[in-house]
């Protein structure tokens, strides 16, 4: 019992349950919502059921979207035999900021991770199988995230993927652009000596 | 433009225009808000829009309430003699805790802050002094913050209250129970100084 009225102490403990928000941070943020109009109360609020209600995964790659197939997978410019395979939503942005990659997308919702109980049936595995099967595909770019997980999931799929004769590759890691040798981590480094280029 | 769907880019603006939320913080609430359930997302709105719509000031002191009077201005148990003046609920609340004050409150909503425009027509003063014309008040205990708006907000109101022979004082400051000297601010160590009592 905080001795704040039931209606604060609710929307206080609700708020509690977004990541990262702790006590303080949601009575920060109660004062804060009871601080604006109604009606921006109204939007915020308005936002996320309809973000909830209205979005759906893509029946084809995964990503979040509001009609199906999602405008990427819909779209006729985009190639359909080039599939980048990403961990998430913001990672398939991430890549689309970089306007340069044209083909189409797999969103996995997770990496394989034994150790969290996370085996390759519970990612978004099965439909790119599937997806493989039913249509010709010259390229699959492994885009996860260069961490112990993210490998072995690059790992788990070109093993699954070569033998079908589809070409598997991993973007490249290395030192980014605009820092410096001297702070590069040895893994890094090593990654980026091992991807070297002829110039 | 994200790239987002539109319902998604429309929760992370409302998500940005929280304290403290920049871009990618409203990004990873988004992305988490849509990973609950229906029923999580409408709990979490709605307690936002029940806040916002049933809560309101109380007449009398000003905090937040679901009934007017609130339910300290109403209960009889409590001290009307008495009225401790916070700058906001949060420290009406702090006060609360403590367990051992049985008087009544006035939530000031603020501070003199003449460095940022705010000056006593401001802040929730005016409903004190016309409280203190209806009643008889024996004490007035300022409980604004140690901050030097604070400090003038209380002189402020000390001041115009003792020609009417209200007794007015303020929360002692000096050093906090558990904590060190050695480091304590010298403002610190010179109020605990000066607010010395024998023993």
Redesign the interface.
Known sequence: M???????E??I???T????VGEK?A????????D?D?D????????????????KHCSVCGN???SDPC?ICSDPGRRKDQICVVE???DL?AM??IREYKGTYHVLYGVISPMDGIGPEDINLKSLIKRLQGQDVEEVIIATNPTIQGEATAMYISKLLNPAGIKVSRIAHGIPVGSDLEFADEVTLLKSFEGRRTI
């Open positions: 905080s001795g704040y009225p039931r209606q604060l609710i929307l403990k609700e708020l349950k977004l990541p990262g941070s009575q920060r943020l109660a004062f804060h919502i009871l604006k109604e921006q109360v109204d939007a915020l609020a308005q936002s996320m059921v309809n973000a909830k209600r209205q979005l979040l979207t509001d405008a998430t939503p913001r942005m689309e900021r």
